[in-house]
């Protein structure tokens, strides 16, 4: 989660939060060694034969939330590299204009559940999903307000990971050193973490108000 906007009185529900440049968004995913070696070697996540393109793949831009989901990435072996993903911001939103918000309970997915990182397609769509689950501190604590996740279907992972992934990088010691010290330091404060380089410096990404409607951005 990011400081500027724990510093708000009142944060949105469900705003997009991201730490981002001028040009690219970073967002999170967590995956085996095998797969992520070959992903940062080659700039190219689907460089390893373990890669598959028939799941449905889930990104996050919350750092805090994807420690959440991969337990800093000690949670299984399944998910023991991290990994941060620079996109355009062009392509992130190209991505959310194909998105369709999951409202229904057969749609929405567990937080926690297995599922919510890499789901078998169950039909042949491009359909991008998208669901808000609840933001988390860096030590995992449950914040009152959301934070997206954007699972990308099958069909459209192969143009995303060949063409709209800008830059791969292995966060996985950060995390790791996140862990550590939240676990070694019980009185640090964000600001700290973030001057240490642990806590990514998140802001409100904004997108066009049509997408806003249609994913439920408030």
């Known amino acids: 989660m990011a400081p500027d ?4 009185a009142n944060p949105k529900q469900r705003q997009i939060r991201a730490y981002y440049d001028e040009e690219t968004i970073t967002v999170y995913q967590a995956y085996n060694s095998e797969i992520a070696s070959a992903a ?5 996540l689907h460089a390893s034969p ?3 393109f028939t799941r449905m793949t889930w990104i996050k831009p919350s750092w805090c939330w994807m420690m959440y989901r991969a337990g800093y990435s000690y949670k299984d072996e399944n998910q023991e ?9 062009e392509h992130f939103i190209a ?3 194909k998105a369709t918000l999951a409202t229904e309970p057969s749609k929405m997915i567990t937080p926690g559940d297995t599922a919510s990182f890499d789901k078998p397609a169950t039909e042949k769509s491009s359909v991008v999903r998208v669901q808000w689950d609840p933001e988390r501190t860096p030590r995992l604590e449950r914040l009152g307000y959301r934070s997206i996740q954007i699972g990308i279907p099958g069909l459209l992972a192969e143009t995303w990971a060949e063409e709209w992934i800008f830059s791969i990088e292995n966060v996985t010691e ?3 050193a ?5 676990r070694e330091n019980q009185g640090t404060t964000d600001k700290h973490l973030v001057r240490k380089g642990l806590l990514p410096r998140e802001r409100e990404f904004l997108v066009p108000l ?3 409607q249609a994913i439920g951005v408030d």
Do not use: D
């Open 81 to 89: 590299r991290i990994l941060a993903l620079r996109m355009k911001h």
């Open 174 to 176: 950060k995390a790791r």
């Open 50 to 52: 373990e890669f598959r």
């Open 210 to 212: 049509e997408v806003q």
């Open 5 to 8: 906007v724990k510093a708000q």
């Open 178 to 182: 996140l862990e550590q010290e939240v």
């Open 95 to 97: 991505l959310l204009r």
């Open 40 to 44: 940062v070697h080659h700039q190219k």
